[in-house]
């Protein structure tokens, strides 16, 4: 990429979208397209042709996704999978026709089978049943990779995709329902601090174990790859470690402050047991993340305080 180029990052007021706007603007990147979805609804296959063909850009990082945590994928499940498949469906199309130099698509561990062997290998893809309750999101990102696969194959698209981990840093969704465990856990255990609640009780068993990758982190990996790397094999992005969710919200609890006592709902669903990426073949590629997960939650908290949430 030159540093004149055109960059459309879809997504970029979400964590991941903006997280790599950042990184290309601190890099010198300066010619970026940001369009809301107030602006420019990336459902709709009409606006987004007629955005592509007005704005032509050279390079896509297609980070626009309906995204949740455990609860919205297992509650919203049309929506998951009509709204990924349209937004990616018209995004990768749109480039194809109007001559993109190279996309960038951003899927999800959730592709693999909930029983694959782990660490999670790229080859595992398809090789068995997917965990239901994120069914739709996964089937959604499954088919971008198969997208990108098969506009190379066919014509000749310069089209990566990475699978990252579970993600955490700014710009994160605190929904107390619908997002992800870590802002759940850094929202409800900084409410019971404040409002001194004796104890506080988390959904599911706390036993699965979950990997957690800082934004930035992938952020790096985005343009490390999109820069280096032009293969049809998508790649797992991760830190190759993992805890257990009974782990996490310890290590959450003492960062936060809190002294009461967690209680576990295993009325509320686990999801899948484990889904530990391998990463040695982006680790290969020369990248490696590099925030360590307390480091992280540590300053992803200072952010979570300026939201003034409780
Ligand atoms: O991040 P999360 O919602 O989704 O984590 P997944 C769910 C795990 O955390 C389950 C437990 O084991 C939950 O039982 N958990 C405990 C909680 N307390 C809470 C809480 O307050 N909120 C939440 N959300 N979980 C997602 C997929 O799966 O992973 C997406 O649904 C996406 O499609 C994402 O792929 C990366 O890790 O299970």
């Known amino acids: 990429m030159n540093k004149t180029d055109k960059i459309y990052v879809a997504g970029h007021r979400g964590m991941v979208g903006s997280a790599i706007v950042r990184k290309l603007r601190s890099e010198g990147f300066n010619n970026i397209i940001e369009k809301t979805s107030s602006e420019l609804d990336l459902r709709n296959q009409e606006s987004v042709n007629k955005f592509f063909e007005t704005n032509k850009p050279d390079y896509v990082f297609l980070a626009a996704a309906k995204v949740g945590g455990i609860m919205a994928n297992n509650t919203y499940k049309a929506e998951f999978l009509y709204d990924n498949l349209m937004i990616e469906t018209n995004i990768i199309q749109a480039a194809y026709k109007n001559e993109v130099k190279k996309l960038l698509f951003l899927g999800s561990s959730c592709i693999y089978p909930k029983l694959a062997p782990q660490p999670l290998k790229e ?55 619908n997002s992800h465990v870590l802002p759940a856990l850094i929202r409800k255990l900084h ?101 360590a997960l307390e480091e992280g939650i540590k300053k992803t908290y200072a952010d979570f305080l300026t939201l003034n949430l409780n």
């Not at 893809?125 to 506009?151: D, H, M, Q, R």
């Not at 800082?214 to 992005?237: G, P, R, S, T, W």
């Open 191 to 291: 409410t019971a601090k404040v409002s001194g609640m004796p104890s506080i009780t988390l959904w599911g068993t706390g036993s699965p174990k979950r990997e957690f990758l800082h934004v930035d982190d992938l952020a790096n990996a985005c343009l490390h790859l999109m820069e280096h790397y032009n293969q049809k094999q998508f790649l797992n992005i991760g830190t190759g470690e993992d805890l257990t969710i009974k782990k996490l919200a310890e290590l959450i609890k003492n960062i936060v402050g809190y002294d009461g006592d967690i209680n576990w709902d295993a009325t509320k669903p686990d999801g899948t047991p484990r889904k530990l990426m391998d990463v040695s073949k982006a680790h290969s590629l020369g990248w490696t993340h590099e925030i």
């Open 123 to 177: 080859e595992y893809l398809l090789s068995g049943l997917l965990e239901s309750t994120n069914e739709p999101y996964a089937i959604a990102k499954i088919a971008g990779i198969k997208l990108c696969e098969y506009y190379r194959e066919q014509f000749g698209c310069n089209y990566i995709s990475l699978m990252p981990t579970n993600l955490y840093g700014p710009n994160d969704n605190y929904d107390l329902q």
